[in-house]
């Protein structure tokens, strides 16, 4: 049976159970506002309208990976920082990016595969290796981003990394493919397990409120280009450190959204919302990103498990 959007929503409500109103991944978060400028360097890599100059209005969304709300901010959890970019003619393009530096399979499938095995409770025993077994690139991932699962000081203090690629293409006419990082400017060691769990359930929601208060938070974005022959469709394959990166523009963290996400309105982050100058690859789990968020949204607003 092929994986539908539903099928993989559905997934997710069995791993960590219905939550109407909430992300089905993702669920806890934190709204800010902020600003982008390109650099000199951006212009010349592609002919994206918000790369051209001058600053750039943002909605950001700092998050925990799980589907349950209440999940704790202790717990090991990928983290997420999505970047809405609003863009001159009233269109808008986004940035998905997690703390992982590789997504852990090659195909959505898989990823709904590992889903189901993590949350088999004791049948995991002999679901994990299972799902190893069928899905080995998830073993050469797993060694990187398992230091990455630890609790971090803070949502400001961590890497970010868009985990697909896309193809740029500047005003004449050449083009290369990209990933995408997010670079904090402040720097600080992961915590231990206990000594996160001693903060609390949610002491990442209030340090980044705290912090925001204080004064603006910040990030470079910078691009890694791909080299002829590196893969582009393979989220679970990363690129040599030898590649070149670019730093193309500084996110400028503001302050704190009180108005989005209250009422009725709903908020989507698609890494598929791109613009001219700005192309998706052909990666599978990126392609089925926008009908999943469309599932998603649906029974957000329908109030639906």
Not at 18 to 38: D, E, I, M, Q, W
Not at 67 to 72: K, S, Y
Not at 156 to 168: K, N, Q, V
Not at 188 to 215: F, N, T
């Amino acid at each position: 049976m092929s994986l539908t959007p539903a099928r993989a929503i559905d997934t997710a409500t069995r791993a960590f159970g219905a939550h109407p109103g909430f992300r089905a991944l993702h669920a806890k978060g934190l709204v800010a506002t902020g600003v982008f400028r390109p650099s000199p360097e951006a212009a010349r890599l592609s002919r994206a309208v918000h790369l051209q100059g001058g600053e750039i209005p943002l909605t950001i969304r700092f998050s925990n990976g799980s589907g349950n709300p209440r999940h704790p901010d202790w717990a090991p959890d990928p983290r997420g920082l999505a970047v809405k970019f609003y863009l001159p003619d009233g269109s808008r393009t986004d940035i998905v990016a997690v703390s992982t530096p590789c997504f852990p399979t090659r195909t959505p499938e898989g990823f709904i595969e590992l889903v189901q095995a993590q949350a088999a409770g004791p049948a995991a025993a002999w679901k994990l290796p299972l799902f190893l077994r069928h899905h080995p690139e998830a073993i050469r991932v797993l060694p990187r981003v398992a230091p990455t699962l630890l609790p971090p000081a803070s949502y400001a203090t961590i890497p970010y990394h868009g985990l697909h690629a896309f193809r740029w293409s500047d005003a004449d006419g050449g083009e290369r493919y990209v990933r995408y990082t997010l670079r904090p400017a402040a720097s600080v060691s992961r915590l231990k397990p206990w000594a996160a769990k001693r903060l609390g359930g949610d002491y990442l929601q209030r340090e980044i409120v705290g912090r925001l208060a204080a004064g603006p938070v910040l990030f470079s974005l910078e691009v890694q280009i791909a080299d002829p022959g590196d893969p582009t469709d393979d989220p679970s394959a990363a690129w040599p450190k030898s590649r070149q990166r670019t730093t193309v523009g500084a996110v400028r963290v503001t302050g704190l959204d009180s108005e989005r996400e209250q009422g009725d309105d709903v908020l989507v982050f698609d890494p598929t919302r791109v613009t001219d100058g700005i192309e998706c690859s052909a990666d599978p789990v990126l392609r089925f990103r926008p009908g999943a968020y469309s599932e998603s949204v649906k029974r957000r607003t329908e109030g639906a498990p």
